[in-house]
């Protein structure tokens, strides 16, 4: 059967969903082809004239008109123009607009964020209570930490700890941070010297507080050196020079570059590589990983870096992280697999001619992200 | 000639960088100097011109209703500038600091969620049985890719059994990406190279044709 | 004061942006719109307090005339330079990016070249780099290997000559075999990132505050 | 090593930096020099970019945001021309904008280079906004109306002067936005603005950044992704303009050659070392 449609051109406008009010949208539907330009006019309530309100695009065919006020009706009229002719279109019911308390289309948003962070909450609390019952599995990078400073001690040479070159408002400073205490506690320890090296003077400051204190607790106040904690400079390339020298210089025997990091990671792991150094290496920065596993000894991948400065630290409020991270896991895998089978099947049922499995399975699959169209 | 004099320049300032192949020299830390001074001076007309200038002060002259409003950032603006005073007072800047925190931290929670881990979870959900074969492998690698890195990066577990397979084989796909962005940005820094030494023969010694 | 306001100031305002992402409904969405404005001038602030540091830095190198302080001074040219060029095209137009203008001639000879080159270093470094740190030492380093060497080799053209499916497989590679890991990994980033600024909102973490 | 008895393992695994660095530094020159020319293979993923150029309209507007600085513009700048030539050759509207204060300059300069080649007429075909700090700030306000950071453009003048902008207000009246992207801002408009207003992105990136970009291109997050030099030449023979990317290609093929067979070697030594050193190990037991 064929069915000849002449489809025509109409309107539709109604109050723009989840916003603060003032804007109605309005949708053209079967836009004539050719049309060059789809001109949209308003008729408030009451009066006699139509205003002209502006264009529609073309390649929306929608237009959210942001000129209203909430509670008048108004009443719409679009003229699409081609080179031949005027297609006019009205709408044929006042529309007004009103704004909305809840964003209804962030539903999804608003659970995952609920949840996660009520599931934190309560694993920092548990955490609090008992601080050994929490495990998390002990990292391959975190045990060379110990022998490396060991190594570099034996060889009586210092260790050379660089921070990254990021704020410390960064999740993988802040990491780097927590590291640092460990390593400081066993550079105070076995009576070696740390050198740090900073991009920017707020972490300077909050690595001198933190090695003083390890130094303090390892029972060696008197062995830290603040000069050895210095700012060096917040220009990138400057401070890759600078830490170059001082590879090239001090020669330590064991380094960490631990933090987020740019493109100067290279320059950095390829000289401590070049000086026979034992190189571990961590950072949140996905674009720089490549080079730290190709030339480093360890690497904290990522995540990792989280998970090491809450294993080290047994802070109930880094552990709570963590834990809650992993419930998160749990939770994405498990969705992953009941969506996969329910996918699969759904598209097994539409090859077969019935898709209204695969209908619900959209209809998921948008209430859990949106996307452009 | 005012063209001419300034390829010259450029020229000299980028073999001077290129000294540094040879060992940090004198000839690299004068450019390197020149550069990072520059660069710091070039900051401060950018927030002059364009946040100072354009969203402080020339509201406030045209006297736009809600320009009071401005005293607020302004405010904090100079709390920040209290680092510059002894250690007294300097604490006075974390009010502006924890200002910028709590708004980078509410933005990136929403970001990270709305923009990441949901599109992401529900680009991983993925029929496999699409009626093309070929959809369907792709589709399963990615699912497998996926779900076995989670699992390496599952840390409150022991790795044992199953869950150790997995985790071994999340750390094999994850070398593979690494690996194929290790390439991807080899092929980047050569193409930084390519950028100068055009520069070089076309601008400067116009042995070839200058883009 | 110096603890209990800032982290109000950090919950307060935390708050506000979460709050008004949800909630449409005046005020809250005009708030969000009002705070954005406050931090990204706020935020230009703590641009001044970078550019001060290294000021400071240099200052006291050619002070102490420690060593190598003569390089110090090429800061200051350098800085003094731009900052004269920078106010004589303020003064002479209203926009002084615009190619022709003092400011922008600057930019052309000075920064240009010295950026772009600094970067450029880094083809023979990581030349270098693979060279020497690139071994198939155990599995993982072998397939980190073999991935490299593809994509390298099938994103040319010399890999299409080699053999005309390089090209598909290097494709393959990046857009199916890859995506699992990287997704996993920025998922994992991700919530990271999404639980420390649960802690940054609520006041648990403050290493930012010493 | 026993003293300066030097055989081939040892050679091959410890050749000078100097050497490498000059075979890499003749590996781009002299296809430079000689000037060949190569023809690339379009990839899936900048064949969807160009299609989502493709498929706009000439009444439509594109934002372009100048996302990089003179350190990245061998990779990113051919493409800013590319695509300008692509949409200004369609009679496509362009707004530019910047987020990496440093791109302010190179983004100017390309945009008026190519509005020239068209003929284009400022303030009516394409407008710079110039540069605001507060990256994601700026991204989400903007979905609300483009007045609240940019009331005025590049050159101070108030944007509601210019006849393009008569109509535009937010990203609504936006068709599609194109990311230059060497820094964070890419995921920036990913998370802040495809997700928030449901916004048409393309990227086109450094070749550090584009594995990981890849991920966003499958979930559909954005449309298309033009990845480095090898990214620009393929759109640049997509629009059937050839220019600096596919200038660059040879040197390009060269160089990754060059550096391939050193790590060859470098792993040919590798094994030849390791199977003295069992040698030596199984020896000395003998002892």
Request: hydrophobic residues 50%; charged residues 15%.
């Amino acid at each position: 059967m064929i069915f000849l449609l002449i489809l025509s051109f109409t309107i539709s406008a109604k109050d723009t969903p989840d916003d603060a009010g003032g804007s109605i949208t309005i949708n053209v539907y079967n836009i004539p082809e050719g049309t060059e330009q789809i001109e949209l006019y308003r008729l408030t309530k009451g009066d006699t004239l139509f205003e002209e309100v502006g264009l529609i695009p073309i390649f929306k065919g929608e237009l959210d008109d942001a000129t209203v006020t909430d509670g008048v009706l108004y009443l719409y009229k679009a003229t699409a123009l081609t080179p031949d002719t005027v297609y006019v279109a009205e709408i044929k019911e006042f529309a007004s607009s009103s704004p909305e308390w809840f964003n209804k289309s962030r539903t999804s948003v608003l659970l995952f964020i609920a949840l996660f962070w009520v599931v934190i909450l309560v694993y920092i609390q548990l955490a609090k209570k008992n601080p050994e019952g929490l495990f998390i599995r002990k990292l391959p990078p975190l045990e060379a930490m110990d022998e490396a400073v060991g190594r570099a001690t034996e060889m009586g040479k210092p260790v050379l700890y660089v921070p990254g070159i990021e704020y410390i408002t960064d999740a993988g400073t802040l990491a780097s941070i927590t590291i640092l205490a460990k390593v400081g506690r066993k550079v105070a320890e076995y009576e070696t010297r740390i050198i740090n090296p900073h991009f920017d003077p707020i972490v300077m400051t909050t690595a001198q507080e933190t090695l003083k204190n390890a130094f303090s607790e390892a029972g060696r106040p008197d062995a830290f050196n603040k000069d050895d904690v210095f700012y060096l400079t917040s220009e990138q390339f400057g401070f890759a020079a600078g830490v170059d020298g001082i590879m090239l210089r001090e020669r330590p025997g064991a380094i960490f570059l631990q933090g987020y990091f740019y493109a100067e990671s290279l320059i950095l792991a390829e000289t401590g590589y070049s000086i026979g150094a034992i190189q571990i290496a961590g950072t949140n920065a996905t674009t720089q990983l490549p080079f730290f596993v190709a030339a480093c000894d360890y690497v904290l991948l990522g995540e990792e870096m989280f998970a090491a400065s809450a294993y080290i630290s047994k802070e109930p409020r880094l552990l709570g992280s963590i834990k809650g991270s992993d419930l998160a896991k749990s939770v994405l895998l498990v969705l992953i697999g009941v969506g996969v089978i329910f996918g699969t099947f759904a598209a097994i049922k539409n090859v077969a001619g019935n898709p209204v499995y695969m209908e619900i399975f959209d209809r998921i699959l948008e209430f859990l992200a949106r996307t452009a169209e | 000639m005012l063209q001419i004099i300034s390829v010259w320049i450029a020229g000299g300032l980028t073999l001077c960088i290129f000294s540094f192949l040879y060992g940090d020299n004198p000839v690299y830390k004068f450019a390197e100097h020149l550069y990072v001074g520059f660069s710091a001076a070039y900051w401060l007309i950018y927030v002059w011109h364009f946040t100072i200038k354009q969203m402080v002060i020339n509201p406030i002259v045209a006297r736009e209703p809600g320009a009071w409003m401005l005293i607020i950032p302004l405010f904090f603006g100079v709390l920040m500038l209290s680092r510059w005073l002894p250690e007294r007072y300097s604490w006075i800047s974390r009010w502006s600091i924890a200002f910028v925190v709590g708004i980078g931290a509410g933005i990136i929670a929403i970001g990270q969620t709305q923009g990441l881990l949901l599109p992401q979870l529900r680009a991983t959900i993925l029929p496999l049985a699409t009626g093309n074969w070929m959809t369907n492998v792709n589709n399963f690698l990615v699912i497998i890719g996926t779900v076995s890195t989670l699992t390496y990066f599952y840390f409150s577990r022991r790795e044992t059994g199953l869950m150790s397979k997995f985790s071994r084989l999340g750390i094999g796909f994850i070398m593979i990406a690494l690996g194929a962005a290790f390439g991807y940005t080899i092929m980047a820094r050569i193409s930084l190279l390519i950028g100068r030494i055009i520069f070089l023969f076309g601008d400067w010694f116009h042995i070839i044709k200058p883009l | 004061m110096k603890k209990r306001v800032p982290l109000l100031i950090t919950f307060i305002t935390g708050f506000i942006i979460i709050v008004s992402f949800f909630v449409p409904h005046r005020p809250f969405g005009q708030l969000e719109t009002e705070t954005l404005i406050w931090y990204a001038i706020i935020f230009a602030f703590t641009l001044v307090i970078g550019v001060d540091s290294l000021v400071r830095l240099h200052i006291k190198h050619i002070r102490k005339r420690k060593k190598g302080w003569w390089y110090s001074i090429v800061f200051f040219a350098g800085f003094f330079y731009c900052l004269t060029i920078g106010i004589i095209s303020l003064i002479q137009t209203p926009n002084i990016f615009q190619p022709g203008t003092v400011f922008f001639y600057g930019y052309e000879t000075i920064l240009i070249p010295l950026q772009a080159t600094m970067f450029a270093l880094l083809a023979f470094f990581v030349a270098s780099a693979s060279y020497r740190a690139f071994r198939a030492r155990n599995i993982e380093a072998t397939l980190l290997l073999i991935a490299a060497v593809i994509v390298m080799i099938g994103r040319v053209p010399a890999g299409y000559k080699l053999w005309p499916k390089l090209p598909v497989i290097a494709n393959w590679i990046f857009d199916v075999l890859q995506i699992g890991a990287m997704r996993g990994i920025l998922i994992g980033v991700a919530l990271g990132a999404v639980a420390m600024s649960l802690r940054l909102i609520l006041g648990i973490e403050r290493t930012y505050l010493s | 090593m026993n003293e300066g008895k030097k055989d081939l393992s040892d050679w091959i695994t410890t050749i000078n930096r100097e050497i490498i660095y000059t075979i890499i530094g003749l590996a781009v020159i002299i296809p430079i020099l000689l000037g060949i020319k190569e023809k690339v293979q379009i990839s899936p993923a900048v064949k969807s970019a160009y299609e989502s150029i493709e498929s706009l309209n000439s009444t439509d507007v594109i934002l372009i945001s100048i996302d990089y600085d003179p350190a990245s513009m061998p990779e990113l700048q051919p493409m800013l021309k590319a695509i300008l030539r692509h949409a200004f050759g369609k009679e496509i509207k362009v707004i530019m904008m910047v987020f990496w204060p440093l791109g302010l300059p190179i983004g100017t300069e390309g945009l008026e280079e190519v509005a020239g080649e068209f003929g284009k007429v400022y303030g009516e075909d394409y407008i710079n906004l110039g540069y605001r700090p507060g990256d994601r700030a700026v991204m989400i306000d903007m979905g609300r109306e483009i007045r609240n950071f940019f009331r005025t453009d590049v050159n101070d003048v108030l944007l509601d002067t210019y006849p393009m902008m008569r109509d535009i207000h937010n990203y609504n009246d936006i068709a599609l936005i194109v990311g230059l992207e060497a820094g964070r801002w890419g995921e920036y408009w990913i998370q802040y603005v495809g997700s928030r207003y449901k916004q048409r992105i393309i990227l086109g990136v450094t070749g550090v950044m584009a594995a990981e970009t890849y991920p966003y291109l499958h979930s559909g997050q954005i449309e298309g992704l033009i990845g480095g030099l090898k990214g620009a030449a393929e759109y640049e023979t997509l629009i059937g303009r050839p220019g600096f990317g596919l200038t660059g290609m040879a040197a390009q093929s060269w160089a990754h050659i060059a550096i391939i067979v050193f790590i060859i070697i470098g792993n040919i030594g590798y094994f030849m070392t390791r199977r003295k050193e069992r040698r030596f190990r199984i020896e000395g037991r003998k002892e």
